[in-house]
């Protein structure tokens, strides 16, 4: 980092979360015991082990799914997820909600790319995907489909809607260690063309009263899944993202409460385009919205913004940046519209409480809130921060203002 640009960039760009190693026991397994086991080592029955990577929910159950005896180096387990190793990777996946999936096994130097036997919509769109990973990655853009359902990449792909692939390294299950570094130097700029990969379509979906993050479903108009395969935001930020070839594209995305939103967009060619959504409440009392207004000041028009939630006893936080740095602020509560002109900006016309405040060094202040009970629901509340400033005009600058209506 610091010295090569690609990692520089890489680093800088993307969350990178690396597991070296799924299976412990299995793997201890092959040192002390058996080089070529591949199972982990949970007694199942009078037998011991699963194939985690044949483990996996989607396509569990269907004609090209893992064995079903016991014995087999390929046993899928007495059900999908039965391990623990797998239950792990679902909830880890859930908390952080990858884009980009690469699983890296041992053997074949190729890319794999979709599923075993289910189609996918996009089956052309993967494989040229797939084949620019193998180029990258040394191995000539030879690809193929998975050995079964039932793997991890692929539940990645049909049930994170992320862009996942498996990467069969080497010549044999078990190379020689210098063999394997040689191979590692190799893979390595297909890990560097995956990260710096445009994300076709992402951004972030969050509540529009709230403004906190949602998990919402969301879909792609024309694209006819078969197999029960989802898409959603998720993660600590709502975030998501979209896979789909360039061109024209029609977004839906919904959640139980929240009236649903269709969004166009058009993805050009190697590129990508960020489409952050906000989804209103059906019923939007607790509603935090921006009206806009201000005063310039030294660094512009200081930006005011709350996250939470306005029922009784629900904390959130108050949140202003860009004003003059240490510098005495007030913030300003009425119960009148914002929209009276005043030296350049728009001001609260009539405040009824002023709360005195000061900015960090960055300009910058936070106010913690747990909002009171006993504030009938629906009461509007209109916020504006007043913030000394020399280079504004008349010594006063002022943020925008926010509109909230009680829950």
């Known amino acids: 980092y610091g010295v090569d640009p690609s990692v520089t960039a890489a680093v800088d760009a993307n969350e990178i979360w690396i597991a070296p190693l799924w299976n412990p026991d299995g793997y201890a397994y092959v040192f002390s015991t058996d080089n070529f086991w591949r199972k982990n080592r949970r007694p199942v029955g009078g037998y011991v082990g699963v194939d985690l990577n044949r483990n996996h929910p989607f396509g569990w159950a269907t004609a090209c799914s893992g064995s079903t005896d016991p014995f087999a180096d390929t046993y899928k387990g007495p059900s999908p997820a039965s391990e ?12 952080r909600h990858w884009a980009k999936v690469l699983d890296y096994h041992s053997y074949g130097q ?71 570094v040689a191979e590692a130097a190799q893979v390595w700029p297909g890990i560097e063309w995956m990260l710096a990969r445009p994300i076709p379509v992402e951004g972030r979906v969050t509540d529009a009263c709230t403004h906190l993050p949602l998990q919402a479903s969301v879909s792609v108009s024309g694209l ?38 269709l969004q166009s967009v058009t993805v050009p060619p190697g590129g990508s385009v960020t489409l952050d959504v906000a989804l209103a409440p059906l019923v939007p009392a607790g ?32 949140m202003l940046a860009g004003a003059a740095p240490l510098t005495p602020a007030t913030l300003v509560l009425g119960l009148a519209r914002l929209g009276v002109p005043f030296k350049g900006g728009t001001l609260v016309p009539v405040p009824q409480v002023f709360v ?35 280079a504004a005009s008349a010594g006063l600058s002022a943020s925008n203002g926010l509109n909230c209506i009680a829950g």
């Open 287 to 318: 509603c935090i919205s921006d009206v806009g207004g201000g005063k310039r000041g030294d660094a512009g028009v200081p930006v005011l913004a709350m996250q939470g939630t306005l029922a009784p006893g629900s904390s959130g936080s108050l």
């Open 110 to 180: 190729e890319a794999l790319w979709g599923y075993a036997c289910l189609a996918h919509p996009l089956d052309a769109f993967l494989q040229s995907e797939a084949v620019a990973l193998s180029e990258a990655s040394g191995y000539g853009g030879a690809e193929r489909n998975p050995s079964a359902e039932g793997e991890e990449e692929e539940w990645q792909l049909a049930s994170r809607g992320a862009h996942a692939f498996l990467i069969e390294v080497g010549t044999s299950f078990q190379p020689p260690y210098s063999s394997s």
């Open 224 to 261: 006819a899944y078969g197999n029960g395969e989802s898409n959603s935001s998720g993660g600590p930020f709502g975030r998501y993202a979209v896979f789909v070839p360039s061109g024209s594209w029609t977004l839906s995305f919904s959640l139980a409460g929240y009236s649903p939103a």
């Open 356 to 390: 005195g405040l000061g900015t960090d060094g960055g300009g910058a202040l936070v106010l913690p809130f747990t909002w009171p009970a006993g504030v009938p629901a629906g009461t509007e509340l209109w916020l504006q921060a007043w913030i000394q400033d020399p």
């Open 84 to 95: 623990a190793e797998v239950q792990t990777m679902l909830a880890w996946s859930a908390d």
